[in-house]
């Protein structure tokens, strides 16, 4: 008799109606939202404020260096002294004294600036009041050996290496971007989806065990049915739970930035300041199309097959051995010793995608780890939008099938015996043992 | 073919431990059959194998003349000694939830799971989650699922633990009434009291061997030893009491009576009947009390594991 589909019912049903469940499908988008909605708040505040800088300048050399900004007023103080111009700034509570001392020549310059202030200033505004001073500096030393300022503007060119592989394929660095971020999504997205709903998995295998209901079920079904349902029945949870997720997040981000008119766009992670530093360079349209052109260059087909086949092969794979964990064990607190084997290996993926995927997608260790089961998915998935072979992706998959194969048969052997066992926690050797119960 | 079970000759390896050792039952159609012995006899691992939980290592086990199959999950209710449900689910889901996992279709489950509702008086309680139930109401759906897809075996695993005497009651004349509707129950239990109200073939485990099997009936036929009960009363008990002391084989007594001078237990030859012992009493003094004394389960079960 098959079971199957009438288990995968309740456990996506029961999961569905669980009232933490619910709240969490809606509160969590709602609390992400949130957070990120009060970190663009915050920082906005921060840029908001007003200083006032004052310029003590005895050279004269930067009068018109020092331009208002949004933020920024710089006040010039250049007919005091400079023990005067500090009590001043000090009993005006200007945000600090930039100071520049006389020097003869300009080349004497990198001694005689100082910057007083209450406290300790920030970095941005110190970098900022240097580029500006080297700026001129450059400039003058360059009149003075001759150049002019339009042959010095004329001489500054952009470059951008236009890549292109050996096939003919061009790529660019906004390419490499759009890879990264396609990769780091997939990888992220499968490692959050094995730490949730495994964990989901592992703990209704428990319940089943702790309400003593296991023995009545494995009457009626195979344990391997009862834990390929569970599997399923979860994961389908999960997918619903995640689809709202994504609906409801980006719904919210869209009503919140409008509410609160944070443009969360402005948010920037490392990623998207290399887009828009090169965008800086080149112009916004160019890179806009580059970034389209570069989307539509990526092996969409074969990201979708690869996506689908090794997200469900990792997930399922790793997803048996939590379920195995759950029914070797009585109640969550002994799970310990048994999940550092199955994060560790997850981690470990994760970091190699993070650091030496970006760094080189096709150097030795990328490739090894994208072989290993284990590891596999989350790294092949990091990798295939750089151009993974066919053969590799088909030969990692077949390694991961046949991993997955063997997962289950070893977890289906652990589940056999062990939702049957109880009161004492098992070590490793008993588990050895129950394979060959 | 009379009997719905035969287990033959079934042995079970966990590692180096021997769980059953060449046992062999048969269970005959329509009786209730129980299952005894101390805690890890290997009572539960024979239950697991018939239900299909465990594989025996060795050994066969038949049920109504065929070998053991998936298929005959439906013909079996089980009620484990580990028992529980779902506690977040609701009664009714949960109750039609384990049925359709025995192979009922959900409307022939609904029809069923109402009749059985009534029966027990219990019908409010379908939208009940099982956490809000107390632990016998929480039995009683347990029951009720175990015997909705009227198997034709029943396997009762100490069914009564966890009953107050009234529901334990009304469990037990389920059972039998399921009994002469046509079930075969196997009854796996310490509870001698209820073996004695209950059973009528039991098989007896220890340490991973079958040691005694057959028909209540007869084992304690084979078990009596000719001995009576008596209570007597005369003017002249000393003398009595030494002229029965010279012709058998006596021990004190004790039980409850109002006004006997001499209690005691006597044991006659196997060739002497009851009557003549009787009427050397009645010579002698008042009989108020006479009764032979037939083993108990308990006495059985306790003597048989100790010789083991």
Known sequence: ?437 | MNDLLVADSVSKNFGNFKALNQVSIAVPKGSIFGLLGPNGAGKTTLIRIINQITMPDEGSVLLDGQPLKPEHIKDIGYLPEERGLYKSMKVGEQALYLAQLKGMSKAEAKSRLKYWFEKLEIGDWWNKKIQELSKGQAQKIQFIVTVLHKPKLLIFDEPFSGFDPINANLIKDEILQLRDEGATVIFSTHRMESVEELCDHIALLHKSNKILDGKLNDIKGQYKTNTFEVGLQSNNSTAVLNEIKDRFEVLPATFKNLHDDIKLNIKINESASSNDLLSFLTSKAEVHHFVEVIPSANDIFIQTVKNN
Not at chain 1, 174 to 189: H, Q
Not at chain 1, 350 to 373: C, K, L, Q, W
Not at chain 1, 401 to 427: C, E
């Open chain 1, 1 to 437: 008799m098959n079971h199957l589909p009438l288990i995968i019912k309740r456990e996506y049903l029961t999961k569905v109606k669980n009232r933490s469940f619910i709240v969490m499908t809606f509160l969590s988008p709602l609390i992400m939202i949130a957070l990120i909605a009060v970190v663009a708040y915050l920082s906005q505040l921060n840029n908001d404020k007003q200083r006032t800088i004052s310029v003590l300048d005895e050279t004269g050399f930067f009068n018109d260096v020092f331009q208002n900004t949004e933020n920024t007023t710089y006040t010039s103080l250049n007919e005091l002294n400079l023990d005067d111009a500090i009590a001043l700034v000090k009993e005006k509570e200007d945000y600090g004294l930039l100071h520049i001392a006389k020097i003869d020549s300009i080349d004497a310059i990198s001694n005689n600036v100082k910057f007083y202030s209450e406290e300790s200033p920030s970095l941005s505004i110190m970098s900022s009041l240097e580029r500006k001073i080297e700026k001129r500096v450059q400039e003058m030393k360059l009149k003075k050996e001759g150049v002019s300022l339009a042959q010095i503007e004329a001489s500054t060119i952009n470059l951008d290496i236009s890549q292109e592989s050996f096939d003919g394929e061009k790529t660019s660095k906004e390419g490499n971007v759009v890879k990264l971020i396609f990769g780091g999504v997939a990888g992220y997205l499968l490692f959050m989806f094995i730490i949730i709903y495994g964990n989901m998995i592992m703990r209704s295998v428990i319940e089943e065990k702790t309400s003593r209901i296991i023995e009545v079920i494995i009457s009626s079904v195979k344990p391997v049915q009862l834990m390929l349902g569970k599997i399923i029945g979860t994961s389908l949870a999960g997918i619903t739970q995640f689809a709202i997720w994504v609906v409801l997040g980006g719904v919210l981000m869209v009503v919140v930035s409008a509410i609160l008119g944070i443009d969360l766009a402005q948010l920037q992670t490392p990623q998207q300041e290399m887009v828009t530093q090169a965008m800086e360079a080149e112009g916004a349209q160019a890179i806009a199309e580059n970034i389209f052109i570069e989307i539509t260059n990526l092996p969409i087909l074969n990201l979708v097959f690869a996506f689908i086949f090794f997200f469900v092969g990792g997930y399922l794979l790793y997803s048996s051995l939590y379920a195995a964990i759950g029914a070797a064990v009585d109640n969550e607190t002994d799970t310990q010793q048994f999940m550092l084997p199955i994060l560790m290996p997850l981690i470990l993926a994760v970091y190699v995608g993070v650091f030496t995927v970006i760094e080189d997608p096709h150097g030795t260790v990328s490739t090894v780890f994208s072989f290993i089961p284990l590891t596999s998915p989350v790294v092949m998935l990091m990798r295939i939008p750089f151009g993974v072979p066919l053969w590799q992706q088909g030969l990692s998959l077949i390694l991961l099938i046949g991993t997955f194969m063997f997962a289950v048969w070893f977890a289906a052997k652990i589940y056999r015996v062990g939702i049957l066992m109880y009161g004492k926690k098992p070590t490793y050797k008993e588990l050895f043992k129950w394979l060959k119960y």
